[in-house]
């Protein structure tokens, strides 16, 4: 199946509706923000996901797409925060946010879509009835508390200078900050939607799936160049733990762990391009790259195992979502 003709079609009426709820106000200035991220080239997955799964479960796709939009809504509003705590040059192929119209705005405009978000899946009681409605915003609530402590995590890590890291903090941080709303929360959202009481096998199903895709995530990173849409090995720049950095450590001598916490440590405006250079060449010398590979791999073939205990309905939208999930393992960008 056409991946791209999937996520395009599936995106389409999504970001109408995204668009919608956003509407028009004054200061129109801020409404233009609001807009930026939304109206920038993007994949629309996670929103896919939803719709897709909802179908896959055997309910029109309907009752879904405010929750698909509400989703996207999310999406928006913490990479425009996540842009500025991370310090981050580029989003989408274009300059982030803060760098054009300065972080108090950018982080004014982020919280103009939080409140979006919620005014967005208010409408779902008109829909699907209170019961459902209710079910979807505490579904909305433990995923943003998810998203949230994982970013504490990760950003903890880099503020504190810590360098205890272990693997398992690794994937613990990304279970949280991302299998939670790429992959588990949309798919739960999608059973909600149809009445569907699978909601532990997609969780350990999502769990498998988006450590996967943050794996691949973090090489794509070091590895996609300008195709990537994103600065190209931002994760050195930004002084972040993965996988990559974490096998690096542990692979290099003394002397090179030396030298790699030193420049890792520095802030990211002080480090220079031959030194994240440096970080670079000794991930892929040391096979650090590879190793996550590997890793990347292993929960996609988990996740591959798992997708029957997904009890999904037979017939074209169950199709989509393993063609989506396919995609999500070998994309190259």
């Not at 179908?55 to 796709?61: F, L, M, Q």
């Not at 008109?126 to 915003?137: H, V």
């Not at 002084?239 to 950095?245: M, P, Y």
Request: charged share 30%; aromatic share 8%.
């Amino acid at each position: 199946m056409d991946v791209k003709e999937i996520l395009e079609r599936r995106k389409a009426p999504v970001m109408e509706k995204v668009l919608e709820f956003i509407g028009d106000g004054e200061p129109a200035f801020l409404y233009e923000m609001m807009r930026d991220y939304p109206q920038r080239p993007a994949k629309g997955l996670r929103p896919a996901l939803v719709m897709i799964a909802t179908e896959a479960y055997g309910r029109d796709t309907s009752q879904s797409i405010i929750t698909a939009a509400g989703l996207e809504l999310f999406q928006n509003w913490v990479l425009i925060h996540d842009d500025i705590e991370d310090e981050s040059d580029e989003r989408r192929g274009k300059p982030c946010l803060h760098h054009l119209h300065g972080i108090p705005l950018a982080i004014n405009a982020g919280d103009a879509l939080h409140i979006k978000m919620w005014e967005a899946l208010d409408r779902n009681s008109e829909i699907m009835g209170d019961e459902k409605d209710k079910a979807i915003k505490a579904k909305m609530a433990e995923m943003v508390t998810r998203v949230v402590e994982g970013q504490t995590m990760e950003l903890s890590w880099v503020h504190n200078k810590e360098w205890d890291v272990s693997e398992e903090d690794y994937y613990t941080m990304i279970y949280k900050k991302t299998a939670w709303y790429t992959t588990i929360a949309p798919i739960q959202f999608g059973a909600l939607i149809a009445g569907a009481g699978n909601l532990q096998a997609i969780h350990d199903f999502g769990d498998a799936l988006g450590r996967a895709f943050q794996l691949q995530d973090d090489i794509l990173n070091l590895t996609a160049g300008k195709k990537y849409g994103k600065e190209i090995a931002g994760d050195i720049y930004e002084g972040k733990r993965t996988l990559i950095l974490i096998h690096l450590m542990k692979s290099c001598t003394k002397a090179e762990k030396k030298k790699v916490v030193a420049i890792m440590n520095k802030d990211r405006a002080d480090k220079t391009k031959k030194e994240v250079e440096y970080v670079l060449g000794l991930m892929k010398e040391r096979g650090s790259i590879d190793y996550a590979i590997g890793a990347a791999k292993g929960y996609a073939d988990t996740a591959t195992k798992l997708f029957p205990t997904l009890k999904l309905q037979d017939g074209p939208a169950a199709q989509e979502l393993k063609a989506l999930v396919d995609y999500i393992v070998e994309r190259e960008f």
